[in-house]
């Protein structure tokens, strides 16, 4: 199969509130869609390249650019595609985000022609309901406050941003949130390399080990995880070291580890985060399948991706759909009981209403 018209659009959605991202925050999320179109316009697949500042490198324009020179020339044209090798023909030098739109519609354009879904050699049975963590930020009110609702709503794991400039009012969301829910939830804690070492185990000590599932990246430093975990008995969790530091996956000791957190857009391949995934439930791990706030077309597959990889799939970094004002999409996700439903997630993913896109650039090849 071989697209024969490719399709950029933009968009721009605010978010409902402003977001953090590593010390700063965001009013809007900001993207593109492509599509890829048979010749005779039957079929489409659509992808997302959505790279968030401060986390990637690249930048919005630096993506569409790299797009505008390279989709009209490099070939396209695919046999069977799985998660495990659908970047193969691409050239190298693509930015991580580019990468991963491009496998997401070549994939998703072989699955609308062929009614299947995207799968890998070896791949479990899809679990229909996919657990989530419900994200928590800002003031104690408000945290409590949307932590209530979501527990109400069936959500039982929570993800809570913590920074090292205000260890305080850290220690006390912790301490409010363990007092009022106690062990009926389960709390990650996430502080993007914040803490030094020392500071970060003078501040978890203040918090009951027992109260916290894990914390992604607690020290300034992955190399001294190990040492972070002998003094305070928390576990950590993987996420930008997995990229920032190459090669600390097999440098580090894995029991200290309670989890890798990969971001697919980020990583940059299907196919790395599948191995990445793969290697972690192998040691009994938890892979969680997490979002940089991408739209429902980018949500829908990752959700497809969280289904296949666990015969109990840990709750996934999903849930920050509910921090777009809207979505792109003709459908809407449904959750029940804090659970994704993963096949009506990446179905309703296929069909973005594109009246709410800009169309930027458009080839025939």
Known sequence: MKPGIVSIYRYSIPFVRPVPVRGSSLNTRDGLIIGLQ????????????????????????EALEQCASLLPVIDLSFGDLSLDNAGKTLPDNLFPSVRTGIEMSLLNLQSVARETFPSFS???????????????????????????????????????????????????????????????????????????????????????????????????????IPEFFNRTG??????????????????????????????????????????????????????????????????????RLASIISAEPTPCGLDTFRQLSHDILFGSFHVEEGCLLSENTYRSSLNPDLSMLELVERWTL
Not at 38 to 43: A, E, F, I, L, S
Not at 49 to 55: G, R, T, V
Not at 249 to 275: A, M, N, Q
């Open 38 to 61: 048979t010749q005779n316009g039957k079929y489409t697949g659509f992808g997302e390249i959505a790279p968030l500042p401060e986390l990637h490198e690249e930048t919005l324009s």
């Open 122 to 224: 070896g791949a479990l049975h899809a679990k229909e309901k996919l657990p989530l963590n419900a994200l928590l930020f800002g003031n104690t009110e408000s945290v409590l406050a949307i932590a209530t609702d979501h527990f109400q709503k069936g959500y039982r794991t929570f993800k809570l941003k913590v920074q090292a400039r205000n260890p305080g009012l850290a220690v006390e969301q912790v301490l409010a949130l363990h007092c009022a829910f106690g062990n009926d939830i389960s709390l990650r804690l996430d502080s993007n390399r914040s803490f030094s070492l020392e500071n970060a185990c003078t501040f978890f000590n203040r918090i009951p080990a027992n109260s916290i599932e894990y914390i992604e990246e607690p020290v300034a430093n992955p190399y001294l």
């Open 234 to 303: 928390i576990h950590s969790a993987l996420d930008e070291s997995l990229w920032m530091t190459p090669g600390i996956w097999s440098e580090i000791p894995h029991d200290c580890l309670g989890g890798v957190v990969l971001k697919p857009s980020r990583i940059g391949s299907f196919s790395d985060t599948l191995r990445l995934a793969l290697q972690a439930e192998e040691e009994k791990i938890p892979a969680i399948i997490s979002s940089a706030y991408e739209t429902g077309i980018g949500l829908g597959f990752y959700a």
